[in-house]
């Protein structure tokens, strides 16, 4: 058993909500294929000996880092392993087994005991399983059937192939385990959830923590004590009475009350301050002395998002997005980093590029990615993996699943857009079924319910019912053609409303009188452009056949987007080449294809829509930045 105070690479796989010890249960599983599914019946989760392979989890059984790299189709998986729990550990505790994400259902034994089931392939889900750890026993056993359909097109898959190979742009399949599995002993009253949202204007934040366990106790008190720290200097300190399950509290931050100090507490890509939480959980008795029952670490960002005036605003400024489509997909590894390490230098390779924002797509990425967004100020869309099919189980799933992504990720100062839908995948004939229009509005009122603080894009790409910003994709093939179509107010009015860059309209029912609605307009895909340097031609928007031609390309590309008085900001496709779509501005293997100093220009290149205030700071970045 590995039992850390601190993650792979220092870091805790919920980075939000930490405590001193847990048990980390990545590493060797036994696993099996279940093909002909019949491993519940056989009762396989008591009996090892179908269990003849070894996987290396959270790797995918598809990925060569898995040890199994099977790619083809098998659409049930075990997994099995033992762990190490000594019985006097464990009594007047609770044993919480964690999974940061299965695809797509997830069955779950320990020690015999079915303790509980989870469908949703992109969410994490926890297990209470005490009553299930066989008394007096120190090792016990942990088994796990996942089971992910490639055929059923109602299931959010992203960009999962579902045929038997990776065709155009969809890539292989990611069945089970692909992210962090671990195991942590808490008291019987715990805290279980922490969301913060900061109110500049209200010079304070607000925390909703979600408690589990009993919370009345006959003459004691619970109560949540919370101090917010920035370095050594103590920001606020407050407690609250516990009264049930839920605990929500409004904390002053006195510091806030100074507009003229304001800027050195808010978080921006440039500044990525992040405030420091302890959060505790006391037994205050009748004579008000206080006892420790549970404590937890944690952080925040101050800082706020919106749309005005046809710009993006970021603590109520314009802020020009300059962004990359980020596909989260490894060679060795796919849809799960290789390492913890990893999504640290993904992040600074998307800013040594030039970027201040990534648009992780189909995808809903490792919350240990986010951290390192958050620490080193990288501006993120969160977007949902769509499904392929419209119909009521779809609706179902999509909708779950995706309420689940919010409240898992509404705490990250990075995340400054939710994308519950991408290109009409999984609602096809939105432009003429009243149905699916419904469901994609329908959901988009449920996110804004759900965080009133950020914007929403409804479908990114077009056929957009309703949004909080425009957001188009064009892969036009020249700079002259993307300066046409986006060089006016005229022209950008009649991409909104009459023409068609995906074969499809870009704004549904768009209002005659004003198409745009003081939304802010975005390109957030173009480029695509595929070069291979042996020459080999895969997948791409537009192919170049020379690194002198990507160059010119490129800035072509980047000059006709910038030059732009209309854009609010752009999401060039894409960082990497992902299996046979070789359109990154790097190798699958992460290596510039045009030297980074170059590209770095491109992106940076001031942009024409940008005011004046917002031009001159990016100069003064620019500056520092080159020494």
Request: glycine share 8%.
């Amino acid at each position: 058993m590995n039992t850390h105070a601190v993650a792979d690479d220092g870091l805790h796989p919920r980075p939000q909500l930490r405590r001193a010890g847990w048990t980390d249960l990545c590493g060797p599983w036994g696993f099996a294929h279940d093909d002909a599914d019949e491993g519940r019946d056989a009762g396989w989760h008591r009996d090892p000996a179908p269990f003849d392979r070894t996987i290396t989890v959270p790797f995918p059984p598809e990925s060569p880092a898995s040890g199994i790299r099977d790619t083809a189709h098998h659409p049930v998986v075990w997994y099995r392993r033992t762990l190490r729990l000594p019985a006097g550990e464990v009594s007047g505790r609770r044993a919480l087994l964690h999974f940061g994400a299965v695809d797509y259902r997830a069955s779950v034994w320990v020690d015999g005991t079915h303790v509980g089931d989870h469908e949703g392939g992109m969410t994490p889900f926890v297990f209470d399983v005490t009553a299930a750890l066989t008394p007096g026993q120190d090792e016990h056993t942990v088994v796990v059937r996942a089971e992910d359909l490639p055929w059923d097109a109602a299931q959010p898959r992203g960009k999962q192939d579902w045929q038997d190979s990776p065709h155009v742009i969809w890539y292989h399949r990611t069945t089970g385990i692909w992210q962090p599995v671990w195991l942590e002993l808490v008291s019987r009253t715990h805290v279980a959830e922490l969301c913060w949202t900061a109110d500049i204007a209200g010079a304070s934040v607000r925390l909703d923590a979600v408690l589990r366990g009993p919370v009345r106790r006959s003459g004691d008190r619970l109560v949540v004590r919370v101090g917010l720290r920035l370095g050594t200097e103590l920001l606020a300190e407050q407690s609250a009475l516990v009264t049930d399950d839920r605990v929500v509290m409004d904390i002053a931050v006195p510091a806030l009350r100074n507009g003229q100090d304001l800027d050195r507490l808010l978080w921006s890509p440039g500044s990525p301050t992040l405030v420091d939480a302890d959060v505790a959980l006391l037994i205050r008795t009748a004579d008000g002395v206080e006892h420790p029952v549970d404590e937890v670490t944690s952080y925040l960002g101050i800082r706020t998002t919106g749309t005005a005036d046809g710009r993006f605003l970021l603590n109520g400024r314009p802020y020009y997005l300059r962004m990359v489509l980020e596909q989260g997909y490894w060679p060795e590894s796919h849809l799960a980093a290789p390492s913890a390490g990893a999504l640290r230098r993904e992040v600074e390779l998307i800013k040594e590029l030039g970027f201040n924002g990534a648009r992780v797509h189909q995808k809903v990425e490792d919350p240990r990615f986010l951290y390192w967004c958050d620490r080193l100020g990288l501006l993120v869309w969160g977007e949902m993996a769509g499904a392929f099919a419209f119909d009521a189980e779809a609706v179902r799933r999509l909708t779950t699943e995706w309420m689940d992504v919010v409240r898992r990720d509404r705490s990250h100062p990075s995340v400054v857009t939710w994308v519950p839908f991408n290109e009409s995948w999984g609602v096809q004939d939105i432009a003429d079924s009243p149905a699916q229009r419904a469901f994609v509005e329908g959901v988009v009122h449920l996110t804004r319910a759900l965080d009133p603080s950020r914007p929403v894009i409804s479908n990114d790409g077009w056929e957009m019912p309703d949004s909080d910003m425009w957001t188009i994709h064009d892969y036009a093939g020249s700079g002259k053609e993307l300066r046409d179509r986006y060089g006016s107010a005229a022209a950008v009015e009649a991409m909104l409303t009459d023409a068609r860059p995906g074969g499809r309209r870009v704004v549904l029912h768009p209002d005659a009188r004003d198409p745009r609605g003081g939304r802010p307009v975005l390109l957030t895909e173009f480029g695509g452009l595929s070069y291979r340097p042996e020459g080999e031609e895969w997948f791409g928007y537009s192919t170049v056949t020379s690194p002198d031609e990507l160059r010119s390309r490129l800035g072509e590309l980047f000059r006709a987007v910038t030059d732009s008085p209309e854009l609010a900001g752009f999401c060039y496709t894409q960082l990497t080449d992902t299996e046979q779509e070789t359109n990154g501005l790097l190798t699958a293997g992460r290596e510039a294809k045009v030297p980074v100093a170059e590209i770095r220009r491109m992106v940076g290149r001031p942009s024409a829509a940008m005011p004046t205030e917002a031009l001159d700071r990016h100069r003064q970045e620019v500056e520092e930045a080159q020494g």
